[in-house]
């Protein structure tokens, strides 16, 4: 399944201004914003945050990793341009679980 047709089956995010990606030891990682370059993002994050009690752990990351789904490959033949992918696909090879908190609008 492509990316943007995922996109479509995950959870609406219209209500949401970011979500924040909290390290286990508390600190912040990450903030993904509701806007144009970042919503797709969002979206999955958010949705894995909420299938897995806002907590990503190697099997929230390997599922995210499959739903960005063309996308995951570009994001391993050139690191650092899809920093959301490679934060996953770092967390997909490892044991520990990051905070996902959602920030409405």
Known sequence: MRFTDRLQQLPSVQH???V??????GALLATIENKPGQAGSLAV??????LYGG???PLAA???????AEHTADALQHPGKHPNIDR?????????AYRVVPVLA
């Open 55 to 57: 907590q990503l752990g």
């Open 88 to 96: 996953l696909a770092t967390w997909a090879q490892g044991q520990e």
């Open 45 to 50: 994050y958010h949705a894995l945050g909420a």
């Open 20 to 25: 924040q990606v909290f390290a286990p030891d």
């Open 16 to 18: 949401l201004a970011a």
């Open 62 to 68: 390997t599922l995210g990793l499959e739903w960005y």
